[in-house]
């Protein structure tokens, strides 16, 4: 796909920073919200009302901001230690050009996906990153950005994995739904024949478009690598010795990472469920103070690290406020029912996966959208007499669908591979339409 190409320069020139989408989705939110619902009082004490929707959301992600920001710097930290370097070598040497390193790194990142959402999201961004450095090391042209695109891509795969908030919800004894639907087991949903072969057309067309555009694109600018200054050859004296002591620094980090592995071993039998986000965080604490070797060059590569988690601070808020008028409002029930409204037996879990796109959109939660919509879904599968897991998996699908399209999630990667949004966008869109064919395929085939 040359740069000139004009689907390319419409993307570039049409869409703007991250942070001017969340404010139009911000503003589209509102007044949709303030159309199509309804309140008691008059339409001036509706517009106040939705505002405190929003207000109220706002504040509803601050945790979950943290960790995502955590989980940018170090894994941005760990990425910049000596032996990450040597362990990603092993990989991006197999990188001779542009169309096979995309489908190399798609391959992993989708890969990774179906164990851990998390470690994809940060896996695909890391990757993609040493894969661009390698590239430029060794005097390779590349087409950085379609690198990036590709290391994002287990974004659209995850929720049929096994970190799938869907799925893990309703396989647990005492989910919201229980007494509705039961308790569903992971037989049922991430190990069905249905999604299992929606996994394996995943991993093996996917990586095929990347090779295909691969082949098809010319060579970009690639941002200049991070570069940890260790320099031990100052005289250290005093207090100072403890910063920049390999015996402190393996004590802390071995007996962070040791405990992690402990609760591996204590795990009640919910498989990979216990790998969240804090687990995922807390580990790569302990591994990067090891891969640093002392807490002095652990605080430098931070510093460096830090500076790309801006965006997940100011933009993070402004989602969890949309989050709040869609869900405080009423707006996704209205979504979700117009959806269910025109559907058959046949068509039902197609339009779902559709509602669930067009809700991720604006509430680009996995968790969040499944405690709003699951109950409206199940009560209509149950209904139509479509099978609850498959309507499940449907919803799933939709939610990571438009992870494509809605550079939420890809805020982390952009931080870390200096990319910007408009950059990996041309290339998502693609594989989100890519993903809908073989989603909505799988939906009619089983």
């Not at 965006?311 to 209205?334: D, R």
Request: with cysteine.
């Amino acid at each position: 796909m040359k740069e000139d190409n004009l689907y390319l320069r419409l993307v570039h020139k049409l869409l703007p920073s991250p942070f001017s989408i969340a404010v139009l989705l911000t503003l589209v939110t509102f007044f949709t919200a303030w159309i199509l619902t309804d309140s008691p009082n008059t339409d001036k004490y509706q517009l106040v009302e939705i505002a405190g929707f929003w207000e109220k959301g706002f504040w509803e992600l601050l945790s979950f901001s943290m960790q995502m920001v955590l989980i940018l710097v170090l894994g941005h930290t760990l990425a910049l230690s000596k032996a990450a370097d040597r362990l990603l070598n092993l990989l991006t040497r197999y990188a001779y050009n542009t169309a096979t390193a995309a489908a190399l790194i798609s391959v992993v990142s989708i890969g990774v996906s179906f164990i851990n959402w998390g470690l994809c999201l940060i896996i695909g961004a890391v990757f993609a990153r040493k894969v661009g450095e390698y590239a430029k090391l060794n005097q390779i042209k590349m087409n950085y950005p379609l690198l990036g695109a590709a290391g994002y891509s287990g974004m659209m795969t995850w929720h049929g994995g096994f970190s799938g908030s869907a799925p893990l919800k309703v396989a647990e004894s005492n989910h919201f739904l229980f007494e509705t639907i039961g308790q569903i087991s992971i037989d049922h949903t991430v190990l069905s024949p249905m999604n299992l072969t929606a996994w394996g057309l995943l991993i093996t067309i996917i990586p095929m478009l990347f090779y295909f555009l691969g082949t098809r694109s010319t060579s970009t600018e690639i941002p200049n690598s991070d570069v940890v200054t260790n320099d031990d050859r100052k005289s250290i004296s005093g207090a100072e010795r403890m910063d920049h002591s390999r015996i402190l620094a393996y004590l802390i980090g071995g007996a962070i990472v040791l405990y992690a592995i402990y609760n591996v071993t204590i795990s009640e039998g919910n498989g990979l469920s216990f790998i969240n986000l804090n687990y995922i965080n807390f580990t790569l604490f302990g591994l990067c103070i090891i891969a640093h070797g002392s807490i002095h060059h652990f605080l430098n590569a931070v510093q460096q690290a830090i500076s790309g988690a801006s965006g997940i601070i100011i933009q993070f808020p402004l989602y969890a406020g949309i989050m709040g008028i869609m869900k405080y409002s009423g707006l996704v029930i209205i979504f979700s029912d117009f959806f269910i409204q025109i559907s058959t037996v046949t068509t039902f879990p197609i339009f779902t996966l559709i509602s669930a796109a067009v809700v991720n959109t604006f509430v680009p939660s996995g968790g969040g959208q499944w405690a709003v919509q699951g109950p409206i879904i199940c009560n209509a599968a149950t209904s139509l007499g479509v099978p609850i897991d498959k309507a499940i998996m449907a919803l799933s699908y939709g939610d990571q669908l438009t992870n494509m399209l809605q550079p939420f999630w890809a805020l982390p990667l952009l931080g870390i591979t200096k990319l910007k949004a408009k950059d990996i966008l041309p290339y998502s869109l693609l594989v989100m339409i890519a993903g809908l064919v073989i989603f909505s395929g799988v939906l009619l085939l089983f």
